[in-house]
């Protein structure tokens, strides 16, 4: 494949822009609101008919919502194999960045559509009787306050959890095995894919799982937020759940029934993920003065939306760096494989996308800039410059948490011999750092038959 790389700075942890308002008081023709949250941010776009950004605001959950005591947005258990956010956090981060925009003289009612992207594979569980409090929201209230009471699990596991091993084994054993699983799901299982993790809060807590009546992505909860009602979840984010037959477009029977009962009408249905689902809630209208013509498109995952964003074509690859690392391309024949991940594609729904995620992505690297650069990326990439190319034979392999690709774990240094060592001088660990990285996402894409040119 020949093509080239693309980069992609994803909106990630060590953004710290303040509240920016570029110009969001001139009279727009129309604007088009984009909601992005990853595991430490809520981020809002606004952009104007002429695809200009003219708006631009985030929440950081450490930072602005201390009260829930996150790290870097999300709480990891003493297991260190859970990992999961407050979902009431994320709402009241949602009223606050709305309250902001409202206050600063934003113009709602020139919203003419409304889109957005969530991290992959986290989930939301809603509590029975959810769906009719989201139905009648009271524009006098904030929206944390409303559905207060709509969670049946206070904390959604994330896509860093992986304590699901037991449950991604039974999955694969019951549909054949795990490159069985891969052709109909487009991954083998995986701890953080949500089919996995729906089973281990049905086998742990059956009985607040009776309570749930409907299960969403962070994506679809997100559409949900703004629809006043559930929104579907749209086969690209879909794909992330060891639940989706790829190639169907539908919903995998035997995967369902392995997770857990009667799960199928938790999910409702999986739509194209450029779907308009509806207008936006009669709430938005009221409290911050939306047209109610505003339309809601599908939510999906933040990887599917960046390689829409980018406008990849087939031959390009994206590299994403944000808290995971992602490697990306659009494909047209799918070959699913043990390793990496093939998703439905979010702009053209008989296409594809495969897809490699890194766990050990910018914590690792904020971490060895922390110890070597004295926290500051300019000194980082002064040592980066100072060193050459090939780091005179010295080689690293950086996995602080059990990385996804491969399945590996520790800090493992070998010098111009080959052989072990324990340490580095600083600038040669950073170099090292860069390149292992690099390496492995060249390595691993290569493996699965990507031929990359060089640039
Ligand atoms: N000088 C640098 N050298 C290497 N990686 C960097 C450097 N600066 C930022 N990064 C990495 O790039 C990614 C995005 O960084 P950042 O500038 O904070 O953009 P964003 O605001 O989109 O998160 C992060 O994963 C971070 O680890
Ligand atoms: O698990 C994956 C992809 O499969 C991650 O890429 C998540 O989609 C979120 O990543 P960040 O935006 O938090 O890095």
Redesign the pocket.
């Known amino acids: 494949m020949g093509g080239y790389a693309t980069w992609i ?7 710290s ?1 303040q509240f920016q308002v570029l110009k969001p008081k001139k009279d727009y023709r129309a604007l088009y609101l984009g909601a992005y949250k990853d595991i430490a941010q809520l981020k809002v776009i606004a952009i104007n008919e002429g695809l200009q950004v003219v708006l631009e605001d985030n929440i950081q959950f450490d930072r602005d919502l201390p009260e829930f005591g996150t790290q870097g947005g999300i709480h990891t258990h003493r297991d260190k194999l859970t990992v999961t956010s407050p979902v009431l956090m994320w709402v009241k981060a949602l009223d606050i960045i709305l309250d902001r925009l409202k206050s600063s003289g934003f113009n709602f009612g020139k919203v003419r559509a409304l889109s957005g992207s969530g991290q992959q594979h986290g989930s939301v569980y809603w509590k029975n009787g959810a769906r009719d409090q989201l139905r009648h929201l009271n524009a006098d209230l904030p929206l944390h306050s409303l559905l207060e009471a709509c969670f049946s699990v206070a904390d959604s596991p994330i896509w860093m959890d992986s304590s699901t091993s037991a449950k991604c084994h039974h999955l694969e054993e019951a549909v054949g095995g795990p490159q069985e699983l891969a052709n109909i799901t487009g991954s083998r299982a995986y701890e953080r894919f949500t089919g996995n993790q729906i089973a281990k809060m049905f086998h742990q807590k059956p009985e607040i799982y009776l309570q749930t009546e409907r299960i969403s992505l962070v994506s679809s909860f997100a559409a949900s937020l703004f629809l006043g009602d559930y929104a579907p979840i749209d086969y690209s984010d879909g794909s992330g759940m060891n639940l989706l037959n790829i190639s169907e477009k539908t919903w995998s029977e035997i995967c369902l029934d392995t997770c857990a009962p009667n799960l199928k009408e938790r999910l409702g249905s999986v739509v194209p993920s450029n779907s308009v689902l509806g207008s936006v809630s009669p709430y938005y209208a009221d409290r911050y003065g939306f047209s109610r013509e505003c339309r809601i498109v599908a939510f999906t995952g933040d990887n599917p939306a960046s390689l829409a964003g980018m406008r990849l074509q087939q031959g390009d690859i994206a590299v994403s ?3 995971s ?1 992602t490697l990306f391309l659009w494909i047209q024949d799918p070959t699913p494989a043990l390793e990496g991940h093939i998703f439905c594609n979010p702009v053209q729904h008989q296409d594809y996308m495969a897809l490699l995620c890194f766990k050990n ?2 914590l690792m ?2 971490r060895i ?1 922390d110890e070597c650069a004295s926290g500051s ?2 000194i ?2 002064q040592a ?1 410059a100072s060193t050459p190319p090939g780091n005179s034979g010295n080689v690293g392999f950086y996995f602080e948490a059990m990385e996804i690709t491969p399945q590996a774990v520790g800090v493992h240094r070998f010098n111009a011999d080959s052989r072990k060592v324990s340490e580095f001088p600083k600038d040669v660990e950073i170099r090292a750092l ?1 390149e292992g990285q690099f390496m492995a996402k060249r390595i691993h894409a290569e493996r699965l038959g990507y031929k990359i040119n060089s640039l």
């Open positions: 700075k994803t909106p990630g942890r060590a953004a822009a760096l944000g808290t690392d992505g910018s690297r904020e800039r990326w300019e980082f990439s980066l860069v």
